[in-house]
């Protein structure tokens, strides 16, 4: 069972939750039902989310497959953590400002990093 993959996907969706209630709140808060309303901190929480979810998946289905091919354990709590460290970071960053932040900027860097780190490990142990 890959439970380092396991611990990293729950701790993602946990963050999720919190993106999730953040826009909730917002849209009960200034009752906006579809959509952004026009209301450009909404639009923003939706881009956070958003964005979160174009990125969190498809890394956490490659550590689970590094995970079940036998990466090393120090290698997967190294990619866990740095793609929670980059997410955090990023929704941070951008809930603060749509333009250039330094938490906005350093959490897609690690976050590509991490993505581009793990698919050269997935196909070395695929090919190897």
Do not use: C
Request: net charge positive.
């Amino acid at each position: 069972m890959p439970r380092i993959a396991l611990l990293f996907a729950s701790l993602h969706v946990l963050l999720m939750l919190v993106l999730l209630a953040r826009i909730s709140r917002h849209r009960h808060g200034q009752r906006i039902g579809l959509g952004d309303g026009g209301d450009q901190v909404l639009n923003r929480k939706i881009r956070v989310h958003g964005n979160f979810i174009e990125h969190a998946p498809i890394a956490l289905l490659l550590l689970a497959l590094l995970e079940l091919a036998g990466l090393p354990a120090g290698w997967l709590w190294g990619f866990g953590s740095a793609l929670l460290l980059g997410r955090v970071m990023h929704a941070i960053g951008l809930s603060r400002t749509g333009g250039y932040s330094v938490g906005r900027f350093f959490g897609t860097a690690l976050t590509w990093l991490v993505l581009l780190a793990m698919a050269v490990a997935g196909v070395w142990l695929a090919v190897g």
